[in-house]
Each structure stands twice: as structure tokens, then as C-alpha cells.
T-cell receptor, first 113, second 118 residues
Framework: RKEVEQDPGPFNVPEGATVAFNCTYS??????FFWYRQDCRKEPKLLMS???SGNEDGRFTAQLNRASQYISLLIRDSKLSDSATYLC??????????????FGKGTLLTVNP | GAVVSQHPSWVICKSGTSVKIECRSL??????MFWYRQFPKQSLMLMAT?????????EQGVEKDKFLINHASLTLSTLTVTSAHPEDSSFYIC??????????????FGEGSRLTVL
């Protein structure tokens, strides 16, 4: 089983739609979770961290279920500018201040006019 | 503005030559930097962790003699792809996180370097 698995997509949705992405991770010792966004041929950029209690940032809502080792991202009222690849990222500390980030393969979203 | 800067953005080289990629942390000192590689439609794969003043830690399957990492200062890490071959063509990205108290754990990425080996 891969360390981080995501819906491969692609997701094609109209503007204004609500879309949800799922992600599962295999290592129960993982400690922090993030969603990054990567535009074509660009570097990833942090979209939001994911907290156990769930968190919201404008149109974006992230959820974490540690028992199921499952993370989700919900985008409401999608915009054309939301078109990108969304990466699920899991962070695990390996001793002291050392840590490792593991990236999912990403889910491609295209928002159509 | 960019927190981590990478150079060059694009490089095309002949097979057998060596290519150096620089990664700089701007406005903060990074004792640790990470080097990733991303092939088309694949996830970012960690290649190595660059440690200032000591040897880099390489991930399994990454040849340390082929991918030379130097982290000589707190703001600069370099990755040299030695004797590059077409299969080394990829998108190489570095990253670093501002240490506490400035940082909250967020990892910032350089703009990436797209290497094409002919």
C-alpha cells in the first residue's frame, strides 16, 4: 500500500460546483497533514494545514479522521482559478527536529466556465 | 515574495555533462533543506535531506555519488547532477522551512528547475 493515496482524478467541474477530494495514509504515526496546490509546471504551494477538529479557510474545508487515516478537502463555489493539482501531504517526525514529508500523487482539478 | 529561491529554472544539457542547481533561503537561515524530484504526472519524491555543515541524508535508491549535495552555508544548498543522462530529465525542487519562532512548520518550495538532458 502506498504511503499516501489520493483520488487520481481528473475532476472536471463547472464553475460554482462543490468538489471533494479524498486522501488516505498508511502510517498511523504520521503527525501533521496538509493540502498543497500545484499549478502546471510550478512548485507546490501550501493551501492549508489539516487539523483533527476540521478547519475552514474561505471556500476550502479540510477534514482529518485519524482513526480511518483519512483526509479530505472540500472546495465550495469553485472558481476557474481553482484549476490545479491538489496534493495531499503527510508529515512524520523521525527523531529530534528531523521530519519527512510524503506527497500523494495529486488530484487534477479543472474548473470549466 | 519568494521565501525560497532556486536557480536555474530551466537547463538543457548534453548527456555526460554535470549540472548544478542552487537553492537559497531568503530572509531566514535553513539548517535543513530538502531536494525533491518530480517526473511528469508523478508525485514529488524526496531525494535527499541537505544538512548544513554535514553530509546529506539520501533516500533509498538515490545515488549519492550521482546527485552531489552541498550545504555550505545556512542559506544555500546545491544539487549537482553528475554525468547526466536522459533518464535524469525531471523537475527538481528544493524546499526549506523557516525555523521557530518565525516558522509554523510550513515548507516553502523553490520555483523548481526543469532539467532536460539530450
Amino acid at each position: 500500500r502506498k504511503e499516501v493515496e489520493q483520488d487520481p482524478g481528473p475532476f472536471n467541474v463547472p464553475e460554482g460546483a462543490t468538489v471533494a477530494f479524498n486522501c488516505t495514509y498508511s502510517n498511523s504515526a504520521s503527525q501533521s497533514f496538509f493540502w498543497y496546490r500545484q499549478d502546471c509546471r510550478k512548485e507546490p504551494k501550501l493551501l492549508m494545514s489539516v487539523y483533527s477538529s476540521g478547519n475552514e479557510d474561505g471556500r476550502f474545508t479540510a477534514q482529518l479522521n485519524r482513526a480511518s487515516q483519512y483526509i479530505s478537502l472540500l472546495i465550495r463555489d469553485s472558481k476557474l482559478s481553482d484549476s490545479a493539482t491538489y496534493l495531499c501531504v503527510v508529515k512524520k517526525f523521525s527523531g529530534g527536529s528531523n521530519y519527512k514529508l510524503t506527497f500523494g500523487k495529486g488530484t487534477l482539478l479543472t474548473v470549466n466556465p | 515574495g519568494a521565501v525560497v529561491s532556486q536557480h536555474p529554472s530551466w537547463v538543457i544539457c548534453k548527456s555526460g555533462t554535470s549540472v548544478k542547481i542552487e537553492c537559497r533561503s531568503l530572509d531566514f537561515q535553513a539548517t535543513t533543506m530538502f531536494w525533491y524530484r518530480q517526473f511528469p504526472k508523478q508525485s514529488l519524491m524526496l531525494m535527499a535531506t541537505s544538512n548544513e555543515g554535514s553530509k546529506a541524508t539520501y533516500e533509498q535508491g538515490v545515488e549519492k555519488d550521482k546527485f552531489l549535495i552541498n550545504h555550505a552555508s545556512l542559506t544555500l544548498s546545491t544539487l549537482t547532477v553528475t554525468s547526466a543522462h536522459p533518464e535524469d530529465s525531471s523537475f527538481y525542487i528544493c524546499s526549506a522551512a523557516p525555523p521557530p519562532p518565525e516558522g509554523r512548520g510550513e515548507l516553502f518550495f523553490g520555483e523548481g528547475s526543469r532539467l532536460t538532458v539530450l
